[in-house]
């Protein structure tokens, strides 16, 4: 039955994991002389393997058609060859492509995210890094269905990433597990092409929410993490909905808005029932339990199958390396990043430190 449901719902595009993907870029990995293989892109993934109605979304909202795409990958490919501070870097088509999607084929800004990539990658190793859902505590909170992409795709052609509070038992998973969670579950769906052109969905269920769950964050690092994967992860966000937010917990969520783009705020939206969400989500995108079709479960055992599918190719990305973080483009001094107020991010988020700790909820 599951293998069947898999069959009908399982439509995310091309999933071929094989050697070629293992190509790295660095400090004496590989010449400078381009072979074939290190061009494979149009044949596993690129415009051949996409459908005409992608590729039509890609060049309206990303500028991308062929030339641009091809002239954009040599380029990155070869400033990461040349680049003294990486090592071990991928050079296959997937890999570049999320960044240089990411940025509409502005191939210095996708070098620099893929700098700031690295480097957060670099900066908190204990929650990017060994991303093997097999771990043990690993592998439980996903197994509990805090975090998991939906089988099937919404009607615009992406991926729906469910968030599932009662998912993470705060008594037993800390901080460090969920962010892992988060950071395995975004490098699983950044190696799809679909994905990197489309983007995400996400929906949020904080039924169950209690204060242990949000005292389970450091301040300081929550503010850090947050703010640095913002900037730093080649992820298209494009719609957030929550429910079940209780009341008191809605100050932060507001607190997140201000510190977000005008254009990342207006996504963001609260609903007051699974009734309002269904008008706004497809049914089919969310487990029955908030509305839709396919039990939870199910999709969370598909989304096991998912990672285990990637897990090598996941894990491999641990071999890249940055050695510097020199070049990394930053604004004039860390105090800049101020509120419309005139306060440090990291400065107003410790200040509430005190209240994380008085929070009651209904």
Excluded at 108 to 115: C, D, R, V
Excluded at 218 to 246: C, D, M, Y
Aim: charged share 30%; hydrophobic share 35%; glycine share 6%.
């Amino acid at each position: 039955m599951l293998q069947s449901e898999f069959s009908a719902f399982y439509t995310v595009g091309s999933e071929k994991l094989n050697s070629k993907l293992f190509k790295f870029c660095g400090t004496a990995t590989v010449t400078n002389t381009k072979s074939m293989k290190e061009k494979e892109t149009i044949a596993e993934g690129g415009e051949q393997g996409l459908p005409e109605s992608l590729l039509k979304i890609a060049k309206r909202e990303l500028r991308e058609d062929k030339c641009t795409r091809e002239q954009s990958l040599d380029q990155l490919r070869a400033w990461v060859q040349k680049n003294e501070d990486l090592q071990n870097v991928r050079c296959d088509d997937t890999f570049l492509l999320r960044f240089l999607r990411a940025k509409k084929f502005s191939v210095p800004m996708a070098e620099q995210t893929l700098l700031k990539y690295l480097n957060i990658r670099r900066t908190f190793p204990h929650m990017s890094t060994k991303l093997d859902f097999l771990e043990p505590r690993l592998g439980d909170l996903i197994d509990q269905g805090y975090i998991f992409a939906a089988p099937r795709r919404d009607r615009h052609g992406r991926r729906v990433v469910i968030i599932n509070a009662k998912g993470l038992n705060p008594k037993v998973h800390t901080s460090c597990d969920q962010a892992k969670a988060h950071f395995l579950t975004y490098e699983c769906l950044m190696e799809e092409q679909e994905t990197q052109i489309t983007g995400l969905s996400h929906v949020g269920d904080f039924a169950g929410v209690t204060t242990a769950h949000v005292t389970n964050w450091n301040p300081t690092e929550f503010a850090r993490i947050f703010k640095w994967g913002e900037q730093s992860l080649p992820l298209r966000h494009k719609e957030i909905h929550l429910i079940n937010v209780p009341s008191t917990l809605k100050w932060l969520i507001d607190f997140v808005k201000n510190r977000v783009s005008s254009k990342m705020k207006n996504r963001l939206i609260i609903y007051g029932s699974e009734k309002e969400l269904l008008k706004a989500m497809d049914a089919d995108c969310l487990p029955e339990e908030m509305g839709g079709h396919m039990p939870m479960r199910e999709m969370i055992e598909l989304w096991k199958q998912e990672l285990a599918r990637k897990r090598e190719l996941i894990l491999g990305l641990d071999q890249s390396m940055l050695l510097s973080d020199r070049g990394i483009q930053r604004r004039s001094s860390y105090n800049s990043e101020k509120s419309s107020a005139g306060t440090n991010f990291v400065s107003q988020i410790e200040s509430i430190e005190g209240s994380f700790r008085k929070l009651e909820f209904d």
